[in-house]
């Protein structure tokens, strides 16, 4: 792990450079034009939300029902990311709405929800902060629910009459004109997120695993 | 063994209740001062505006039973009984059910008051369909109190337990409340928009099948040390 | 027993979900008094490259602050890491 983390930053990083003028180079879609290429990074970024909601939610089953310490720091990592890659998700639509929708929110079900995700993982940290003995417990809870609401994010737009472009947009993209240049960036973008995400918490659990190791040589020193 | 064990946690938590009536009447109180000074806050010309109606009452059920809540495992937490009932060996879930009947107990009594309250004074006309408006409230209240049950219960060892609870409880209550209020607004339409509220009680009903499963999987663990 | 039973009832409620919330279609909203974008004056519409802009640049923001948090985080609990075995070194003398 720590032998491919410094290459996969320099990866990561060069990845970022490029991505801009993959952007950049990409067919404008057509009634939306500039502002449409917020989505690039905006759609990357729920796919980091995702994955982090992934991990979140199966760590903290594990936690609370197996006890692991691993568990509950991959998930306090995990919880910090949606939190923080959520927040990037909500402004970057929010910017985009403004020129596409001509309003800055709206409350729509999609939007809606994910509002929701973002306060139950302010929650979450919050807990763990000033929960006293125990939060970590309590903690792992909200995770669980907070992972619960992903398939209903994700669906709502199917479900019903929204603002919000369709699931099928996405799955469409490529049978558009530029749609398949759009379904590369799109891509690229992604996974440069994905492996962001992965860094992030590499040594977002470093710094649990520290802090558990505190708490470890504190208790041997009271003995 | 499980319904006589939940019968049996409801049957102690009358029994303590009812000798000082004090967190029943202290809740029945506060949502009352809820619902008015929210009437304050939206009534301008002496009309509130169209849908006030339904969200005054959800956000007073809201309110009303997070102090609810609150008060109840406080109590628990005092006498040190919390710990005594999960060391009895009985089915921890069974425990849960029990409070949660508890809360219900408490909560649906508290509607009783607010519901014509909020009738009468924003001329809402509820009771036209008083059996949706039964099923929006009664699945309503048992989506809010199972997650919130599972919540106080969890907090009561926490520090700063009183201001973490509704933190942790509005976000993840949001399909509940907003389900329960576009229902009880479409009830509210003139004429009432039935089709409307019966999807919000089927959405309702799917949320509380989610939360009661998921608060019951989860208590046991969230309660041992 | 209970817990297979509410799986099952859980699995299928999700399952039946879709299908009840397609039942509720507002009827959509009447289209009369509507101008493209396009024929409205530049006056009225909205600049799209700030908001691009602003979208990338609040991206760096926030990446940057956040591994910055966790930098300064991580800084601290080493050098208290150190502190606490120094000074365990210090008194087994």
Known sequence: MRKIFLPLVVVTAAMFVYAPIAIALAPYESTMLLVQKIFYFHFATWMAVTAALTVCGISSAVYLFKGSPVADRIGAASAELVAVFTLFGLVSGSLWARKAWGIWWDWEPRLTMAFMLELIFFGYIIVRRFGGPGAEKLAAAMGIFGAATAPFIYKSTDWWRTIHPKTSVMRTLTDTPGGTIMWNVVIFCSVTFLILFALVLAARVRLEQLRGDLDRLYLAAED | MFVRTALLVLKKDFAIELRSYEVLSTTLFFAVSCVAIFSFAFVREGQAPKDAAAGILWIAIAFAGTLALGRTFERERYGETLKALLLAPAPRPAIYVGKLLGILALLFTTEALIVPMVAFFFHARFFDQSLYLLALLSLGTIGYAAVGTLFAAMLVRARTRDVLLPILLYPVTIPVIIAGVRGTAALLESPADLPIASLWIAMLAFFDVVFVTLSLWMFEPLMTE | ?93
């Open chain 3, 1 to 93: 027993m209970l817990r297979r039973l509410s799986i099952g009832i859980t699995t299928l409620m999700i399952v039946t979900a879709p299908t009840l919330a397609l039942a509720l279609q507002p009827p959509s909203a009447a289209q009369e008094g509507f101008r493209p974008l396009s024929e409205l004056p530049p006056g009225q519409q909205v600049p799209a490259a700030p908001l691009l802009i602003g979208s990338y640049a609040f991206f760096l923001v926030l990446m940057m602050f956040y591994l910055w948090t966790i930098w300064r985080r991580i800084g601290r609990v080493e050098k208290e890491l150190h502190d606490l075995v120094r000074r365990q070194a210090a008194v087994k003398r």
